[in-house]
């Protein structure tokens, strides 16, 4: 079965530090993996996805994430947050065959001035 | 071009009801699929279409049901509805294939009094 696991429910970053937010997974098979934010009352907006190639994946708003298949893992970076980035992150796994992702548990991040 | 647009997008039932969600996939889009929102359980998945098949299904309920018309557009369906089906339900579309980037809708907010 497939799983995915965001550790850390809550990151509190300065405005211009980095962020890193870490996301585990399990699949049996290639992965598909997605990183989605979610602001407040809204839905979810994709960041970036990784499906095959460069293991850097580089995505909107300046976000990047790195696919390491050894570790299972999927994190997300920002090299400098802006109060805007304020939202909460979602890591998701999926398959090639139909859309049924399975999300972790999302990583809350907070922005201090 | 326009999203997944949902309707409606706030809605209050009581328990017993049964309540509708209609969801329009992108243009050109031809997999849709749904998700439930909590608090508690965060997001699941609950079912795609895709040629108004039901391709994957979740572990729900069969008071939860869905449908795809000829063109794509969606719907799901709560039967009987229980305190714990309170939740933000998310559509998702994409154009069917490997790799395909799936879209989401802003969600239709259900409360359950």
């Known amino acids: 079965a497939q799983s995915v696991t965001q550790p850390d429910i809550h990151i509190t970053v300065s405005e211009g530090a980095s962020l890193e937010s870490r996301c585990n997974y399990s699949y049996g098979a290639t992965p598909y993996l997605f990183w989605y934010v979610q602001s407040p009352g809204q839905g979810l907006q994709l960041l970036l996805k990784y499906f095959s190639g460069d293991t850097l994946v580089q995505g909107i708003k300046g976000f990047e994430a790195e696919f390491k298949r050894s570790q299972s893992s999927f994190n997300l970076r920002k090299p400098s947050v802006h109060w805007s980035d304020a939202a909460e992150y979602f890591c998701?796994?999926?398959?090639?065959?139909?859309?049924?992702?399975?999300f972790g548990g999302g990583t809350r991040v907070l922005v201090k001035p | 071009k326009a999203g997944v647009t949902q309707t409606p997008r706030y809605l209050i039932k009581t328990r017993g009801q049964q309540v509708t969600l209609s969801c329009s996939p992108i243009s050109g889009h031809r997999s849709v699929s749904w998700y439930q929102q909590t608090p508690g359980q965060g997001l699941q998945f609950l079912f795609e279409?895709?040629?108004?098949?039901?391709?994957n299904k979740g572990n729900f309920p069969g008071r939860f049901s869905g449908r795809q018309f000829s063109n794509s557009r969606s719907e799901m369906n709560v039967s009987t509805l229980e305190l714990g089906d309170s939740a933000l339900y998310l559509c998702?579309?994409?154009?069917?294939?490997?790799?395909?980037?799936?879209?989401f809708g802003e969600g239709s907010w259900l409360t359950v009094v």
């Open positions: 998702a579309s994409s154009l069917v294939g490997q790799g395909n980037t799936i879209y």
């Open positions: 998701a796994v999926g398959g090639a065959a139909g859309n049924k992702l399975t």
């Open positions: 279409y895709f040629s108004e098949t039901q391709r």
